[in-house]
């Protein structure tokens, strides 16, 4: 079973307007964290925002802020006012904290999300 | 920015050679993962280490082995390549258990022929 699912393979979205981008997760694990990861055509990778298992409060980072669902299992990345530079892979990660687990990190499959002028 | 070098950054080889990616890290990073990007699936893990000589298999480690005899070298080894092994390899590092950010390499595109 797939422990990362982004259902969206890809998305449009009007500049300046908002965008939610979907990502479940699937872990017994109590403690673990959520990343966002953000790989434009230049193919590097660009960190966006994590949150903890833990954290009672939604992350929030600049016009990126995630929305933390634990009960759901969920962790959706909104990327408000987007820009034309948004339009990239954006990449939902777990890293999960199991004692025997090493710290295993892994991805979703990602969404390619399209700025629209 | 972390650390973090990849080397080579491009490689074309031949289907059967053996071929070793290196990921190198200043950070004195506890945790290593090499992971491979293709068209559809995005990164897959392959293998991860712990700490030295600690490793552990990911999702797609068929095919290939890993070293960690120092704290900032994780070897990435495919023994016989071949042309499903065509990718980008992405090396990333993670200082602690409760990092909230994981580091990553530039990526090394990896042609087999």
């Known amino acids: 079973a797939q422990k990362i699912t982004q259902t969206q393979p890809g998305m449009f979205v009007q500049e300046k307007e908002a965008v939610t981008l979907d990502c479940t997760y699937d872990?017994?694990?109590?403690?673990?964290?959520l990343f966002w990861y953000k790989q434009p055509s230049s193919g590097e990778m660009i960190f966006l925002i994590y949150?903890?298992?833990?954290?009672?409060q939604n992350a929030t980072e600049g016009r990126y802020s995630l929305n933390f669902q634990k009960a759901r299992k969920s962790a959706n990345l909104v990327i408000s006012a987007s820009q034309l530079g948004d339009s990239a892979m954006y990449f939902c990660?777990?890293?999960?904290?199991?004692?025997?687990?090493?710290?295993?990190?892994?991805f979703g499959g990602g969404t390619r999300l399209m700025v629209k002028p | 920015d972390a650390g973090i070098t990849q080397s080579p950054r491009h490689k074309v080889t031949e289907t059967g050679t053996p071929v070793t990616l290196r990921c190198h890290q200043t950070?004195?990073?506890?945790?290593m993962y090499w992971y491979r990007q293709d068209p559809g699936h995005g990164l897959r893990l392959i293998h991860y280490?712990?700490?030295?000589?600690?490793?552990d298999k990911g999702e797609v480690s068929d095919g290939y082995s890993v070293s960690r005899s120092k704290t900032e070298d994780f070897l990435l080894t495919l023994e016989s390549a071949t042309s499903s092994q065509t990718s980008v390899y992405f090396c990333?590092?993670?200082?602690?258990?409760?990092?909230?950010?994981?580091?990553f390499g530039q990526g090394t595109r990896l042609t087999v022929v």
């Open positions: 949150q903890g298992s833990y954290d009672e």
């Open positions: 872990t017994s694990d109590q403690s673990y964290g």
């Open positions: 990333a590092i993670i200082q602690d258990r409760d990092s909230t950010e994981a580091f």
């Open positions: 950070e004195n990073h506890r945790y």
């Open positions: 990660a777990m890293r999960e904290g199991r004692l025997d687990a090493g710290n295993m990190l892994t």
């Open positions: 280490s712990y700490g030295v000589k600690d490793t």
